[in-house]
């Protein structure tokens, strides 16, 4: 699958020491999981979550889902340990959290060896230096800790983000900068579907891949927020006939709906198609 088009609707959170819900999670309708060995457990289930996550990812089931890695700061007397362990799990990336600097990203890779590395972005510091933190080579992946930052920044909680938009937005033009993944934070109200759509329509217009998720619950409303809708569809396959054939024939220039239609659109439009056909072949 081509890796532009690979969906990120959902990323899913799941405890690392938890049979149950590594077991749920082979059946949810999910884009990516991010198997957790940091926040999601505690600190005398850490070694035994190791063993239980390593175990769960050999049996398999998860699919075509992303399959994350989160273990603990390397500053931590869990973090080595988990980095060593993860590298020889059969999933997709390590994610690191609360990251600064490239050489925290060094430490890892030096751990992990050639697998792709995520980076938690979640600091003041972080969003600073996120063009550097994202030109990293081995990195693929930002992930945005809003709970953290909002804790950091000593915000205020409220519904349109205003306090944090200069870190996201600092990040989003990082990792587009750098053309990697970038994957909006948490929404805490679990059972505020309407709340939860707001936040993802928002993080989508503004360009991220798709929303983090604490919750099987809000799958289906952050699927639906980051696919192309059917309209979307509609215009982008109507801009590609429109522009084709001002090409075939040599001659005006492409309109649709009244709007002018060039190669930068269709580019777009082109991904749009792709991005839905990555979705349909997941859920196929």
């Known amino acids: 699958m081509d890796q532009r088009a690979r969906p990120y609707r959902s990323v899913l959170y799941i405890p690392g020491s938890k049979d149950r819900a590594l077991e749920k999670a082979r059946g949810l309708p999910v884009d990516a999981i991010i198997f957790d060995l940091e926040d999601a457990v505690a600190p005398d289930e ?39 362990a993860a590298a020889a799990m059969d999933c997709d990336a390590v994610l690191l959290p609360k990251v600064e600097s490239t050489a925290q990203l060094d430490a890892l890779a030096a751990l992990v060896g050639d697998k792709p590395i995520w980076a938690m972005m979640e600091t003041p510091r972080g969003m600073l230096n996120a063009a550097e ?44 900068a750098e053309g990697i993944v970038i994957v909006d934070g948490v929404y805490n109200a679990f059972k ?10 928002q993080g989508r217009d503004m360009g991220f ?14 699927n639906a927020a980051f696919a192309p809708s059917e309209a979307e ?21 492409a309109v649709v709906d009244g709007k002018i239609v060039e190669n930068l659109h269709v580019v777009t439009a082109r991904e749009i198609l792709a991005k839905a056909d990555a979705i349909a072949a997941l859920e196929g």
Not at 48 to 76: F, P
Request: charged share 25%.
């Open 46 to 84: 850490k070694e035994n979550a190791r063993a239980i996550l390593a175990d769960a990812l050999s049996q398999g089931g998860y699919g075509s889902r992303m399959r994350i890695v989160r273990i603990n700061g390397l500053d931590t007397q869990w973090g080595e340990a988990d980095a060593k």
């Open 133 to 176: 933190i994202a030109a990293h080579p081995q990195l693929t992946g930002f992930v945005m800790g809003t709970n953290d930052l909002a804790k950091e920044l000593q915000t205020r909680f409220r519904a349109d983000r205003l306090p944090m938009m200069a870190g996201l937005g600092l990040c989003l033009l990082a990792a587009k």
């Open 192 to 201: 505020d579907a309407d709340g939860l759509k707001a936040e993802c329509d």
């Open 209 to 222: 891949d798709g929303k983090t998720l604490i919750h099987p619950a809000q799958v289906d409303v952050a």
């Open 233 to 253: 569809i509609d215009l982008a396959k109507r801009q590609i006939a429109a522009f084709e054939e001002c090409e075939a024939s040599g001659q005006g220039v």
